[in-house]
């Protein structure tokens, strides 16, 4: 494969979707409610776990949503039409996420969804969405899979549901991106792959794999847990023994951190590094002082580099959210923005009013959205032909006095 070299970005974009005007104070009736003055009332649903491990990146998701909602609203982005969002939990469970996405198609209102964050749940919910038409965009999936189907690594890809669209960037890139920064960059070149064998964690750990051994890296040892488990002494002492230059880990911030602390405690005083489910101040929070050194890929570039992402996050702030944005804030505002530009590409055609029949109106809207463009929170936004974002940044960071601080940002092309 041919690598293009891994850039620090500088260049910021050009402002795009929050360039319209702040929004006005935290209210409850804002970003949606009903259609006064004879508007037509359009519903945004969104999936994230809302409640239990990971929800701080599900809070994250939804307020990030909510804002794009608000923003459309106050700035009658498409006139004639009041939007409304409306968030239910997931609680990180595939099934879950299924009747979540069955009670949407159950509202004619809900001609688009955001989300979920967890790739396997994004597996259930999409031929519920694609046998009702509708289209979803997730801010959040990596898994190569849900677009381009079960033998993409092979190079026969096939998009398997038209319905479905996501604003990050995908594992085929996020795993060979952090394996070439580790072998290249920072000169590791054996390690000891773990993962929590979901959908997400070990297409990830499979990706970074492949990638470290094309690149010259050994595997010394490989293992899975349960990411129920928060006793992971075991493995811990099996990473200690492989004198492993450092460790991979393909799962998310509950299970990793403790993983994380314990390998060290262990006597293995080397990095754990991990995907865009460890890139959150919670892993500092579990993992404590053993966190540092240690490493997270994600998608896109830092916020702050981005003109609109700090619009963006002088917003997010003003609205008081007890939560941060974390690590897909700015995918989840593209992702209802797009959402909500497939939905104004609709009315434009129709003379500005949205065909009143549901089925209609969602196969419209999904059809639009294949030709959305945007500048977006997070650099440019569109989708290819499967579906996936045409942004292919990424970021690594490592925790450096107990933050999360980028070290290398760009594009990974292999």
Known sequence: MRHRS???ITTAVTAGALTLSACGSRDDSAGGGGGGGGKQTVVIGLDAPLTGDLSALGQGIKNS???AVKTANKNNEVDGVTFKLQALDDAAQAATGQQNATKFIADDKV????????????QSMQKVFADAGMVQVSPANTNPELTQGKDWQSGKKARLYDTYFRTSTTDAIQGPYAAKYMYEEEGLKSVFVIDDKKTYGAGLAGTFSTEFKKLGGKVVGSDHINPEDRDFSSVASKVAKSKADFVYYGGEYPAGAPLA??????????????GDALFSGEYIKLAKKNAEGDFASSVGAPLDTLDTAKEFMKNYKAEGYENTWEAYGGYAYDSAWAIIQAVKAVAEKNDGKLPTDAKDARKQV?????????SGVTGEVGFDEYGDTTNKQLSLYQVTDGAHKPVNSGEYEG
């Open 6 to 8: 891994l850039l620090v």
């Open 65 to 67: 949503a909510e804002l």
């Open 111 to 122: 001609l688009g969804a955001v989300g979920p964050l967890n790739s396997d749940v994004g």
């Open 261 to 274: 602390s314990q390998i060290k405690n262990a006597g293995a005083k080397i990095p754990t590094v991990g």
């Open 366 to 374: 999904t059809e639009a959205m294949q030709s959305v463009k945007f």
